[in-house]
């Protein structure tokens, strides 16, 4: 995909839709030249909100539609963005379940301007199913009490650190943000059920032995849409470590009102036994606390008591970073 | 689908590979006119051996591809059998994975003959992502210590003693076997893994309260390919009933020969702990072994002493029927 990126934010309702171009912006801000966002839009990465025609004057190469929301489906009027942005020469690029070019519109208007549609959740690849066997190399996975906890941000700040002190260690996208992110990778949650765990072997393969994989989690064995997604991912990534992610403002599991969120504590177990089927020595190596919608001295205060009640490092990984847990994970690696 | 049905097996490699055909001929036997197979072909649905000119003399209308191999391809040389079929004014059907018009030749001998091609695995219908609400009605759901245990079998049967008892119930698909032999449903292992859920609570939706949905279960929790989707159909699915699946001599989980079989009592804390997210007060009301591959004596002992040692009904679905289990269910349901 050529760069740099405009950002698409639509007229999502709240920042959690748009946490594709927040992951881009926070990650790749460097790929960017700014978001566009319709009235009412409820979400904000902190980029410069630009029209098309001052994106087309900045350079930008291709549009993402930087959103994500439940089921992935485009909204009808947001179509005229998108036509728009090919009519002035960039490509569009999205992540959502709708393929661009059955939006009505949309593939001709690619065809017409000479510009490339990417659908970044789909891959032609196909996938055999999950064998199981063990596979040389070390897998850290990031899981969840919800959805959208921190996941993704908590494995692409564990592969920063571990890079940092020069382990070998590959950031693995499972969802279109990540994907965006790190130019590799499989959506997970796009891929026929019946290849879910195959897809997750393919995607985290025998390796060195003192090599890390980190494998961006999906849903929460929690979340009555996604556990399948989550389990199958568990199963095929076989990890030797988890760690836990948390958002604590959080009042109802992501898109279901009824559904409280469970307690951290009651968390750890079901995670063990589930990824036991294919690596009975997977253990907690952290917990990943999202903090930055409390204030500071509560959010220190969360940390450390968390960190104390359950014996295992608790950061936040953007706040305070994951050398903590990577500190744990090298001990595990040691052993 | 028109029918009379000519069953195709292929060369498959043994009898388990053959199980849509062998569900065909036991649950529809007045819709098929026989089977055809391959040179090495290990499967036998017991019903009479036709070539392509038999099955077309004796009126077939569709060739079914009934077979259900790990993985759901098509092995090319088991394409001219098929454009052999339309050659002779037969449909083709295919529960596969594989697409029937884009195995090379196929597309264009349909076309060319005027021929439909079913490919009863894939649906157009679009699902929502589960939502996980408490619909009204009751349901039960059949779960297995592996693949391929007799779920499809007993879900039928139930359904079976309930409708001569003048219960309300209905048999849902949620494979392909199960779809050609109900004519409905929704191949659950064909789903995009995002929507896994949501088209399970799609195909057991909202009912009377005295309503019984006998939902066949997918995969196990204790397969490492297939668990994702064991897990998605039971938190769309909200069972109030499981029914544990077993078949005794097997060695190891289907397809993984490093895997072993879990023990009938390591499986009904994690089915119904992953259960409760949807339905905290699902609860087991049976266990069905299927004994036809051992002698008769020690299969008696075996449903005894099962019965005896978990204190559910355990019955072999086809050999000593679902009675009591039905009656466990009208318990259940009565309080």
């Known amino acids: 995909m050529e760069r740099p990126y405009l950002l698409f934010l639509g007229d999502v309702a709240d920042q959690l839709a748009a946490k594709t171009g927040q992951g881009i912006a926070d990650w790749r801000p460097e790929w960017c030249v700014g978001q566009l966002r319709l009235p009412g839009c409820r979400a904000d990465t902190g980029l410069a909100d630009l029209t098309l ?7 930008a190469k291709t549009l993402i539609v930087a959103v994500a929301n439940s089921g992935g489906t485009m909204p009808e009027h947001w179509t005229e963005i998108l036509t728009g942005a090919l009519a002035r020469g960039m490509d569009v690029a999205s992540g959502l379940h709708t393929r661009l070019a059955t939006i009505p519109g949309v593939g001709k208007a690619a065809a017409k301007h000479g510009r490339k549609l990417y659908d970044v959740r789909y891959t032609d690849r196909t996938f055999d199913t999950g064998k199981g066997h063990k596979r040389a190399g070390l897998r850290c996975l990031t899981v969840g009490t919800d959805c959208s906890v921190g ?3 908590t494995a692409l700040a564990i592969t920063k650190e571990m890079e940092r002190r020069g382990l070998k260690a590959d950031f693995r996208a499972t969802g279109q943000t990540g994907i965006f992110i790190s130019e590799r990778g499989v959506a997970i949650d796009a891929v026929i059920s019946d290849f879910i765990s195959g897809a997750a072997e393919w995607l985290t393969p025998g390796n060195d032995p003192d090599h890390w994989d980190i494998v961006e989690g999906q849903g929460s064995l929690f979340h009555a849409a996604f556990a399948g997604v989550t389990l ?7 990890p030797d470590a988890l760690v836990l992610c948390h958002e604590p403002t959080r009042k109802h599991m992501r898109g279901l009102p009824h559904a409280p969120i469970p307690e951290l504590k009651d ?9 036991s089927l294919t690596n009975p020595n997977c253990r907690f190596a952290g917990i990943s606390i999202d903090t930055h919608l409390l204030p ?5 205060r969360l940390l450390k008591d968390t960190e104390d009640r359950f014996g295992l ?6 706040a305070t970073g994951t050398g903590p847990i990577v500190d744990y994970l090298e001990k595990l690696c040691a052993n």
Chains 1, 2 share one sequence.
């Open 53 to 59: 025609d001052e994106a087309a004057a900045k350079g």
């Open 232 to 238: 199958g991912l568990l199963h095929g990534a076989q």
């Open 313 to 318: 490092p608790c950061v936040d990984s953007l």
């Open 267 to 275: 968390c750890f177990e079901p995670y063990l036994q589930m990824t």
């Open 151 to 153: 996941k993704k941000y």
């Open 296 to 300: 500071h001295r509560m959010a220190e």
